[in-house]
């Protein structure tokens, strides 16, 4: 037998490319590990950030994706200003060269036709220095003319209103006086008519106007007012709406399906020298998005939690099986309240789902959230052209065009959800819209619903327009006459009806002892009704 015997140098060598080796190897091992800590503390960083951008954007930024056209036209109002004192100096320097009537002749009749008929008509006419012809001729003949209509305003004007009530007796007995009855007031010989307490609701709770800013106003035409005169006055205009308000709750019932959402509502605490946070709770019943014959009506609630106790008692009753509301977890209690009707089916939010794609689009530039929003755009698109279509066309509709759609985007979801990072903020918004698929999918289902609770959220606004200039309500009773007279005058909105007139007649009728049989006839959608048959 033949022995090979290594040379030590060979050796040498072959224990030192095996230490490399395991060397390299595990260089690479603590390498990959590095590599990974690194990703997981950069998508840490990232989170952190986001969370940070979300905090800031909650206290000091919009709380909607899209930008509103109002705010949109706020810079440029400045560059209009100056457009228009550019426009004023170039006339007149066309007037100095062309001469005035030249310049004035351009564009006539201009706004002929495009102002309301039933606006009244001031006319003036401006005749010439003289009309007799400057050749001697004698009186000049009139061919015609150049008519123009301007908008003027005239400023609000107070008024007093004198009442008087004769007494008649008679001359040949001394028991027989007769006198008309005073009329019933909100401020039984107070100051204010029913027109001046409906006005001075409306600019609060419907042009968020804070009392204080309407007693300043109100100062400038001579007339002394403090903020508890007209605190005074509203409280007293709500315990005669009180039945309006009741009554449109019990037609809120009757709805199929309706949509709920809340917001805070700072409420004054005096013992704590702070405010507390309380909630407006919002109840919409709309059915214009699938041609239904039913008014609108909207319902304001205020309680002091956001608990799915207040929920559930403010949709006691309700004989309708949908509720169309956001991801908030406390209206999943809902599904498990037992009723005659069944327990309630959730019907959830597309809005706020792309909402949080928006964010992270926004934020981190993720192709995969671009992706996403324009897979929603889609659905969007097909939304807006059944809107208003009977319930049976929009759900043939959605299931020929929007159906395909659904079915590929949720695995598609998944997919991007095995690709990411579990712990990113990519990957909760993704677990978000899938968590609520059932809910977000059951527009297929039934022509009636809705992809989104706009119909509430846009009544939201409007509460927290108020909120942001009265700041609090000075108490939880002041908080819910609050959310009375936002009902009463959301709904005037929706009917298209004046708010301020609504308010005046009805208490006017409640006043004079309207029935309560009839109380229908004062909603207003049939005030709406009315006012078009005597237009």
């Known amino acids: 037998m033949s022995v090979v ?173 007769v006198q008309a009855h005073a009329p019933e007031h909100v401020v ?36 002394t007012l403090d903020r508890a005169t007209l605190g005074n006055w509203v409280g007293r205009a709500c315990f005669h709406l009180r039945p309006i308000a009741d009554h449109l709750k019990e037609r809120l019932k009757r709805a199929d399906r309706v949509f709920m959402d809340e917001t805070r509502a700072p409420v004054l605490d005096p013992g704590r020298r702070k405010t507390k946070t309380g909630y407006f709770w919002a109840i919409v019943s709309d059915d214009r998005g699938h041609g239904g014959a039913d008014p609108p009506v909207v319902m304001f609630h205020y309680a002091p939690g956001r608990g799915a106790v207040h929920a559930l008692r403010f949709l006691e009753g309700y004989r309708g099986r949908f509720v169309q509301c956001d991801g908030y977890e406390a209206y999943d209690k809902l599904t498990r309240i037992d009723r005659p009707e069944g327990p309630w089916t959730l ?24 992706a996403a929003l324009r897979q929603i755009a889609e659905l969007y698109a097909i939304e807006k052209s059944v809107r208003g279509l009977p319930a049976d066309a929009r759900l043939a509709a959605r299931r020929e065009l929007s159906a395909p759609i659904i079915a590929a985007f949720r695995p598609w979801l998944e997919a991007q959800l095995s690709r990411i990072p579990r712990s990113s903020k990519l990957a909760e918004d993704i677990r978000y819209t899938l968590a609520r698929w059932p809910g977000l999918t059951r527009f297929l289902e039934d022509g009636r619903l809705e992809m989104d609770t706009n119909p509430v959220e846009n009544q939201i606004r409007k509460i927290a327009l108020t909120r942001k200039n009265a700041l609090f309500a000075g108490h939880e009773v002041g908080a819910e006459n609050w959310a009375l007279l936002a009902s009463l005058i959301a709904n005037c909105k929706m009917c298209d009806v004046d708010p301020v007139s609504y308010l005046s007649d009805t208490l006017r009728a409640l006043l004079d002892g309207h029935p309560r049989s009839r109380i229908d006839d004062l909603m207003p959608w049939n005030f709406a009704a009315a006012s078009s048959r005597a237009a």
Not at 39 to 50: G, P, Y
Request: aromatic fraction near 4%; include cysteine.
């Open 347 to 370: 019907v959830h939010c597309w809005t706020h789902a792309r909402r949080r794609f928006v964010k992270r689009l926004e934020k981190d530039g993720s192709p995969i959230a671009e």
């Open 5 to 177: 015997v290594i040379p030590p140098v060979c050796l040498i060598a072959a224990m030192t490319d095996t230490a490399l080796a395991e060397e390299n190897a595990l260089l690479k091992a603590r390498l990959a590990e590095t590599e990974a800590a690194l990703v997981d503390a950069v998508e840490a960083q990232k989170r952190l950030e986001s969370i940070v951008s979300e905090l800031r954007r909650e206290r000091f930024g919009r709380r909607s994706e899209k930008l509103d056209p109002e705010q949109f036209n706020l810079p440029l109002e400045d560059v209009e200003l100056a457009q228009g004192v550019l426009d004023a100096a170039q006339e007149k320097a066309r007037r100095a060269l062309k001469g005035r009537g030249a310049a004035e002749s351009g564009t006539p009749n201009r706004n002929r036709g495009h102002l309301p008929e039933h606006l009244p008509r001031i006319e003036r006419v401006i005749e010439p220095e003289t009309t007799l012809c400057p050749c001697g001729c004698g009186e000049m003949a009139r061919i015609g003319e150049d008519v123009s209509e301007r908008l003027d305003v005239v400023p609000a004007q107070l008024r007093v209103l004198v009442t008087r009530r004769p007494r008649y007796a008679c001359r040949r007995c001394s028991g027989a006086v």
């Open 188 to 223: 039984p010989g107070g100051l204010p008519t029913e027109a001046l307490i409906a006005q001075v609701m409306v600019a609060k709770f419907g042009d968020h106007l804070p009392f204080y800013r309407q007693a300043e106003i109100y100062t400038r035409q001579g007339i």
